[in-house]
């Protein structure tokens, strides 16, 4: 077995005290400019690596974050997890990534053992937690970001999209091309994004003089399989429908393939819409209309602002609310 290159064999190499590599190792004062190059330079000939576990014991920090998302086989978070791994890397962390699968019992485990490894920080996408247990179970970590959820603390940060603004731009879309029977494929009850493009839903018939019909809402999970599930139910029960707005993308395509068991026209005799701007939603046939949203951005920024906040929380420690942009394609043209 090879013999592991320790800060001792440094040391004795360069001749100086173990003191003095672990101020070097740890970007400690104190040390000449000759001696700190004669250091480095046998640390990189030695290929000295430091003790996570010893830095760890030294900085009171373990270089990893916890990213928790609900759905990891969503194309719409793999690309937020991309985001938050880039700036990670860059600044030399490691991201545990965790699955909740849309349970919340699961996501308070998930959020107590990345307390448990100590973490330096969690980022938390779209929370199923109610108020009360996400506050409980944040206050074991330092810090923390949320992704689609707001805090209503300063002590939280925040990256948030305007889920309101993005269902009044799909719905007074679909307004604006004649449709008056809207339905809404809401997404799950605890989602707070679902109910904030709900509320935008509602403005926007409210605004052009329709009666809001809450039995034209429908709750449903934000996988394709309960999006046709849900799409033949609501079709089924108010065939007056001609439009239909869905909660994300993988609902819609959902709603594409309820149509086609249905034989019901897209969009000559059902418009659909969707959310996220994913892939896939260019890829089907007929191509998606959608509400972009910042995947990757919402991703790195919030990894950016968790970052600020373990370092000291300095000027660039601010949270971002971004804008959705409608993109039109062949499902509601």
């Excluded at 965790?98 to 980022?123: A, F, M, W, Y």
């Excluded at 679909?174 to 997404?187: C, E, K, M, P, Q």
């Excluded at 449903?220 to 089924?236: F, H, Y």
Aim: charge should be negative; glycine fraction near 8%.
């Amino acid at each position: 077995m090879s013999h592991r290159i320790t800060m001792a064999d440094v040391a004795r190499e360069a001749e100086v005290s173990v003191m003095t590599v672990s101020r070097v190792v740890n970007g400690k004062d104190g040390i000449s400019i000759t001696t700190r190059q004669r250091v480095q330079e046998i640390i990189d000939r030695l290929g000295y690596r430091p003790s996570t576990l010893a830095r760890s014991l030294v900085t009171d920090r373990t270089g990893t974050v916890g990213l928790v998302v609900i759905d990891n086989s969503n194309p719409y978070f793999s690309e937020v997890a991309r985001g938050v791994e880039h700036v990670a890397y860059a600044e030399g962390y490691n991201v545990f990534l965790c699955n909740t699968e849309e349970d919340p019992q699961r996501e308070l485990r998930i959020l107590q053992s990345l307390s448990d490894k100590h973490v330096d920080g969690v980022i938390l996408c779209s929370s199923r937690l109610d108020d009360a247990d996400l506050h409980s179970a944040l206050a074991a970590h330092s810090h923390a970001v949320l992704v689609n959820r707001p805090s209503g603390t300063t002590e939280i940060g925040e990256m948030l999209l305007d889920d309101a603004y993005g269902g009044y731009l799909a719905t007074k879309h679909l307004i604006a091309s004649g449709h008056r029977a809207i339905g809404y494929l809401a997404g799950p009850t605890q989602s707070f994004s679902g109910a904030q493009r709900g509320t935008g839903y509602r403005q926007a018939l409210t605004e052009a003089g329709i009666p809001l019909r809450p039995e034209w809402e429908q709750a449903c999970l934000p996988v394709v399989e309960n999006g046709t599930e849900k799409t033949l139910e609501l079709l089924s029960d108010h065939p007056e429908l001609s439009a239909l707005f869905c909660y994300n993308d993988l609902v819609a395509v959902g709603a594409l393939k309820a149509c086609q068991q249905l034989g019901r026209r897209i969009p000559d005799e059902l418009a659909i819409i969707g959310f996220d701007d994913i892939p896939l939603s260019a890829l089907v046939n007929p191509s998606l209309t959608t509400c972009w949203s910042p995947k990757y951005e919402l991703g790195s920024q919030a990894m950016e602002l968790l970052l600020a906040r373990i370092n000291g929380c300095t000027d660039d420690c601010t949270n971002v609310i971004f804008q959705p942009e409608l993109v039109i394609r062949e499902s509601a043209p």
